[in-house]
């Protein structure tokens, strides 16, 4: 978790090797963005990497369950909305073969010193690679201190934007289903630690296969 340290960088997929990303019939990125990002990752063997954020509170999501017959399941929480953000990156190597999840999380919002900071950690994570960032025109990464700070890092770092209103188009947006759907449902809360070790637990099953089947489903492809 990110409130103590802000440096900290978790990392989430497992570093095996799979089968690479099949192409799809579904353009995205723009069509020659898309073909650009990807002939450019491939030039600089570079890490394509799709960011995004969100934010959960303490009262969990609710999905149809099991229950013995005849009782009612009761699900107890915390009758308030503190907030935890998660800033994520779902990363793929320039050939499609491999892929991990790093995040970090906060409590309150994701302001856009708190995204420098994020880039930050993943220039250390990526130490000596080059990386095509893919995000969305949040006002945070709109914001003059970001884009000055991204202009310093060109010798490792380049930025693609996503279109606008089409948050289909992240693998991103799946892995934080993944978790709101699967570990964090029906859970009982008892305070932002619980959310925060059960979106760990969702997020170390964001393994190199369903990573990738996350990027098939954006209609994506590398290699």
């Not at 934010?55 to 009782?71: D, F, I, Q």
């Not at 994701?110 to 950690?121: V, W």
């Not at 760990?200 to 954006?218: D, E, M, Q, S, Y």
């Amino acid at each position: 978790m990110e409130d103590p340290a802000r440096s900290r960088l978790e990392l989430a997929a497992p570093r095996a090797q799979s089968e690479g990303a099949g192409r799809e019939g579904r353009s995205a990125l723009g069509g020659q963005g898309l073909a650009a990002c990807k002939k450019n990752a491939r030039r600089k063997r570079a890490w394509v990497v799709f960011e995004d954020e969100t934010g959960v509170t303490e009262r969990p999501p609710v999905r149809r369950t099991w229950a013995p017959k005849g009782e009612t399941p009761v699900l107890t929480h915390p009758y308030n909305w503190k907030k935890l953000s998660v800033a994520g990156a779902m990363a793929y190597r320039w050939d499609g073969r491999r892929c991990r999840f790093v995040f970090r999380t906060l409590r309150g919002n994701f302001k856009a010193p708190d995204i420098i900071a994020f880039l930050k950690t993943l220039k250390r994570y990526f130490r000596g690679k080059k990386v095509i960032l893919v995000w969305d025109r949040l006002s945070g990464h709109k914001a003059k201190i970001t884009r000055q700070y991204i202009a310093t890092q060109r010798d490792w770092l380049t930025m693609e934007w996503l279109p606008s209103y089409a948050p289909d188009l992240n693998p991103t947006e799946l892995v934080w289903g993944h978790g709101k759907g699967g570990e964090l449902a029906n859970q009982p809360i008892d305070d932002l630690d619980d959310v925060a070790d059960a979106l760990r637990r969702a997020f170390r099953g964001v393994t190199t296969r369903l990573g990738l089947a996350f990027l098939r489903h954006a209609g994506l492809s590398l290699g």
